[in-house]
């Protein structure tokens, strides 16, 4: 199994993604969607910007958190290196640790003023396909996210192969979590239970406060729910996107990378009943 996991993470997780976009932006086409697209063509475009400066900007995190990882485990640095377990154990358990400490980055992101105005580009999409996988603003990616992974490397001593297979088992999942499909109930009603389903995550997606500050889970809606931020509410009432950005020219590629040093006032759940 090792063998077979190694052969995997050999293969450049550039190529992976390009899998994945093909793979999911098709069945976008061919299915069934969940929700009807206005400008299906600029919306995409805009995302694809989006996913050039994420491709850009991911040779350079890719490179540091690789070095960094690799100097952790050179000197053992985490808690896995004090006890005996399994490898399989270490693996599994290593994905979910990863899932946890980028639960609590995303939260805090949520919580910070500062880094909210960078995180709310991700939340800023009022209309939602797989593409808004790469809605994120590169500052975010490399100086927040960024470090969630060689932080949990640190404190759990966790490895470079859990950290390609947390990647590998990820990435997938959020792309299906953001995309324009529909899924039968049973996915929310047995995976939800453990698992981030698609529904899940869009509720993350809701332009009410009450929803966006909820079920920040990549992976295991578990640590959610465990962590008291779990929310339900049917899909078909969700409003996508954040009534601070709902404008056309607001939506674009470029009025989106400046926004983080543009002032603007968070729209609370309450502002959004008084209707402001
Ligand atoms: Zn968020
Ligand atoms: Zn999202």
Redo the contacts with the bound molecule.
Sequence with gaps: MMEFLNKLLAIDFNYILIAFIVLFYSMEQLMSNQFKFNKRPQHLLHNILFQVVFYISNIFYAAVTVFSVEWLNKHQVGLFYLVQIPVWIKLIAGVALFDMVTYWF?RT??KIPLLWRF?RV??SDTTMDSSTFFRGHPIESLFWFGTSNIVASAIFGLDLTTMGLYFLVSAPLIFMEHSNLKFPKWVDKYLGLIFTTPNLHKI?HDEDQYY?DSN?SDIFILWDRLFGTYKHKPVEEIKFGLKEFETEKKQTFWYLMISPFINMGRVTSEDLKKGK
Excluded: M
Aim: no cysteine; aromatic share 12%; net charge neutral.
């Design positions: 995303h992101a949520h995180h991700h939340h993350h966006t920040f």
